[in-house]
């Protein structure tokens, strides 16, 4: 064999990179689907979790629509009841909740605006 032929070590890091990647994506998407799956349990969506004392969510969450904002926080409320009695949500209501990442877009664009004003 000659030298030429032989793959270099650049071959092996991007082969390595490939596999660690796929494996990396298979993780994430199980525990994104867990995760999913207790949030659901409880009646919540993701973007419930955020905590509120970061300005950039609580101005996303003052730019939610009443209604939104009113589920929101009956959502919380429903969750803590669960908790409290040791029970879930239906199972019948767990597809019903919509997207998980609904407040995500205005705290991004709420971060944004916070960072051009400081730049100013």
Same mark, same amino acid.
């Given at each position: ?50 905590? =509120?004392?970061?300005? !950039? ?6 730019? @939610?629509? +009443?209604?939104?904002?009113?589920? /929101?926080?009956? %959502? ?14 239906? =199972?019948?209501?767990? !597809? ?6 609904? @407040?995500? +877009?205005?705290?991004?664009?709420? /971060?944004?605006? %916070? ?6």
């Amino acid at each position: 064999e000659k030298l030429e032929d032989v793959p270099g070590p650049w071959l092996w890091k991007a082969t390595m990179a490939g596999v660690i990647k796929r494996i990396y994506n298979v993780c994430k998407e199980a525990y994104c689907g867990q995760l999913v799956r207790q949030l659901n349990k409880y009646g919540l969506r993701y973007d419930d979790l955020l905590i =509120e004392t970061d300005p !950039d969510v609580m101005t996303a969450i003052s730019r @939610l629509p +009443p209604r939104e904002r009113a589920l /929101r926080q009956m %959502r919380l409320k429903r969750a803590l009841d669960c908790e409290l009695k040791h029970s879930y949500v239906p =199972e019948q209501l767990w !597809d019903k909740q919509g997207d998980h990442r609904y @407040l995500t +877009p205005l705290i991004e664009k709420a /971060r944004k605006e %916070r960072l051009e004003k400081s730049y100013l």
